[in-house]
């Protein structure tokens, strides 16, 4: 399949927010990370005059969604107890209400309890699940209660221990197995709007990451949203023999690839960059 076949050529929808979140062109999921540990220095906000300021540059540079997260998924991460994620994301989805009403914003959470708050009393319109389930059980539930867009992602493990799961025969025929399931279970309890996420980082080696991307048209498969995160990973920088910071350009390169392969939502630190990187990839293969 060729990258004119594949790049703006699934035109899904997702009911999202009272309204319809198209796909005729790739979105941009700008990151918010209410963390003090999160793997990118750069993306660490804990205080509401950061927060906003995040929240508006994003935005003002092209943002479609803004995720919010509050629990360091890094790799080796002990994690937070759910009244500490609850206050982080309290404190910054107020701000953000109240400065852009009509924003649409997903929250990076694993926990049922923590998704029904967030939806009822800040009215979050995505929930993005990093372990797609498999943290608790009663996610699909709550999801399929809630009726707001849900973010599948794979990973094994937790981000404790995820990189001790790391082993696969054929990593993406593993993943497509795994979200065939979860599809299933989904679709029975009539959640429809799914984005499924590969999970790149997630109980990967950077070597599976490569192969993830090498195939990721495999993905559209399913028909559903593909949504990529690789802004500023360890897949890019150690390659590089660099770090986070110093990994924008590689980020954009790898966005470039997953574009010409049909990503639907790029979830990203540099908003500016990625719009740029959509504008010209689709200015190569559209016209």
Known sequence: ??????????????????????????????????TTDSFYHGSRLM??????????????????????????????????????EIRRLEMAL??????????LIS????????????????????????????????????????????VMMHMKGKPSDMQEHARYTDVVKEIILNFSEKLRQLNKLGVNDIIIDPGFGFAKTIEHNYQILKQLDAFHIFNQPLMVGLSRKSMIYQVLGSNPSDALNGSTVLHAIALMKGANILRVHDVKEARETIKLVGKTFIQ
Do not use: W
């Not at 107020?94 to 924003?103: E, L, N, S, V, Y």
């Not at 967030?118 to 372990?131: E, G, L, P, Q």
């Open 47 to 84: 205080d509401t005059e950061g927060i906003l300021k995040s929240a508006n540059e994003m935005i003002s540079e092209g943002a479609d969604i803004l995720d919010v997260g509050a629990y360091s998924s890094r790799p080796g991460s002990g994690g937070i107890p759910a009244v500490e």
């Open 107 to 150: 929250v990076d959470t694993f926990r049922p309890e923590i998704a029904r708050r967030v939806v009822n009393d800040f009215n979050v319109n995505m929930i993005n699940d990093i372990s797609g389930g498999d943290m608790d059980p009663g996610m699909f539930d709550t999801v399929a209660g809630l009726q707001v867009p849900y």
């Open 94 to 103: 107020d701000i953000i209400r109240k400065t852009h009403p009509d924003m």
């Open 1 to 34: 399949m060729s990258p004119k076949d594949t790049f703006f050529s699934h035109k899904q929808s997702l009911y999202c927010g009272g309204r319809i979140l198209d796909f005729s062109q790739p979105r941009i999921m700008g990151i918010l990370n209410i």
